[in-house]
């Protein structure tokens, strides 16, 4: 895989591993998916999976960062941030052939790992290790889920305080407002009011 060195190739192994799962594996598990997989590269807001259009593809985020949003009524709602190393997989495409209601858009630019899913499938019923593996995928889906549940109880500055602390700085900065005001809940003038109130207590101390 040329696009590829064979140091990414091994950290990203690792990182899969390790930390996309609640079943660490040996990083050799991944090796099949490096040999039939295609990098692709996404740029800033490039969509990666539209609504509406069936998807038979699995992504695997090596590096970027990816939104998932979806549309209520005028507005457009992320209900979800992707770092390097995870997972997206549509469940109702992957296992309904059921065509998405919402999107995956590159937030910054990205590249992703992208596997058939009839791979993975077939990957699942061959190897055990690599089926308890994915189910640690979809365990850790469900925490996430209840995590984001969780941080929207908060109030807009602890949600914003959060995901400062939670992104590599790099990214943070990266991410236009729209985007961060999205995934917090929040208009953009209410972003830049916490913004500058937090700017003003940093100077005060």
Same mark, same amino acid.
């Given at each position: ?150 941080? =929207? ?5 602890? %949600? *914003? +305080? ?7 700085? &790099? !990214?943070? $900065?990266? =991410? ?5 005001? %999205? *995934? +917090? ?7 830049? &009011? !916490?913004? $500058?109130? =937090? ?7």
């Amino acid at each position: 895989m040329s696009s590829l060195s064979p140091s990414e190739i091994e950290n990203t192994k690792k990182l899969l591993s390790e930390s996309e799962s609640l079943y660490p594996v040996s990083p050799s598990l991944f090796d099949p998916l490096f040999e039939a997989g295609e990098v692709k590269e996404f740029a800033r807001q490039q969509i990666i999976m539209h609504p509406g259009q069936p998807i038979h593809e699995v992504h695997i985020i090596l590096s970027g960062l990816v939104g998932s949003t979806y549309v209520s009524g005028n507005k457009v709602i992320m209900n979800a941030m992707a770092i390097p190393c995870t997972v997206l997989i549509h469940g109702g495409s992957f296992f309904r052939k059921r065509a998405p209601m919402m999107q995956w858009e590159a937030l910054v630019n990205t590249r992703t790992l992208c596997l058939p899913d009839n791979f993975i499938r077939d990957y699942m019923q061959k190897s055990h290790e690599f089926a308890l593996w994915m189910y640690g995928v979809a365990e850790n889906f469900i925490l996430y889920s209840e995590e984001r549940a969780i941080l =929207l109880s908060d109030n807009a500055e602890q %949600r *914003y +305080l959060k995901l400062e602390k939670n992104l590599p700085r &790099r !990214i943070f $900065r990266e =991410l236009p407002s729209r985007v961060v005001a %999205r *995934y +917090l809940g929040i208009t953009e003038q209410s972003l830049s &009011r !916490i913004k $500058r109130s =937090l700017l003003k207590s940093d100077s005060e101390d």
